[in-house]
């Protein structure tokens, strides 16, 4: 059963990584980078601000921090490091047949163990947090940090950092603990904070 799942995950992070052009190549090396998401953060928090207030969003922010430094922290030191699952780009089975982005004349790998995500994972997080505050104003914006998720997933297959395995496991991790922040949130702070 096992061996079947992997050969799936290996054929997907073939196909995928099969689509490669210098086009794609750049554009998801910029999709995967946390700096390019930094101005869509912050128009989040600016949205929170706008229909809470400054408490409020600096209590989001907070919690955000919090939740990503949890989140990020046991993907890396307890999942990847017990598991130790390589990553597609440190697999000697997939290696002569997958494409590697190159940064800076260097190749680009990442860590040898890849599961799971910690770029879908805490973003995965994020995403949801947001939209539990957002939901009432902008019920649209579920689409929008859906399809930001999935692209940033997407790149990290394209790259051969994950499998898709990796990813979906990093989004379900992410959203257990979203829904950990937001009933601590409601538990604690909702019936102080007003909106505007």
């Not at 997907?12 to 700096?35: C, E, M």
């Not at 307890?78 to 190749?107: V, W």
Request: charged letters at 15%.
């Amino acid at each position: 059963m096992f061996d079947y799942l992997e050969s799936i995950d290996r054929s997907i992070v073939l196909a995928i990584n099969g689509w490669n052009t210098p086009f794609l190549d750049q554009f998801f090396w910029y999709v995967t980078k946390t700096s390019t998401w930094i101005p869509f953060y912050f128009l989040l928090l600016y949205f929170i601000w706008k229909n809470y207030g400054l408490r409020t969003t600096l209590l989001f922010l907070g919690m955000a921090l919090v939740m990503i430094a949890i989140v990020d922290s046991s993907t890396t030191f307890f999942f990847k490091d017990t598991i130790m699952r390589y990553r597609p780009s440190h697999n000697l089975l997939l290696e002569k047949h997958l494409h590697y982005f190159m940064e800076d004349g260097h190749t680009y790998l990442g860590g040898k163990y890849g599961f799971f995500s910690s770029h879908a994972s805490n973003n995965a997080a994020v995403a949801l947090l947001a939209w539990f505050f957002l939901r009432g104003f902008y019920p649209k914006v579920k689409w929008v940090l859906i399809f930001c998720v999935a692209l940033i997933g997407l790149s990290r297959i394209y790259l051969t950092m994950h499998y898709l395995s990796d990813v979906l496991c990093g989004i379900i991790w992410g959203v257990l603990w979203a829904f950990v922040f937001w009933k601590f949130y409601q538990r604690f702070f909702s019936n102080k904070t007003k909106v505007k």
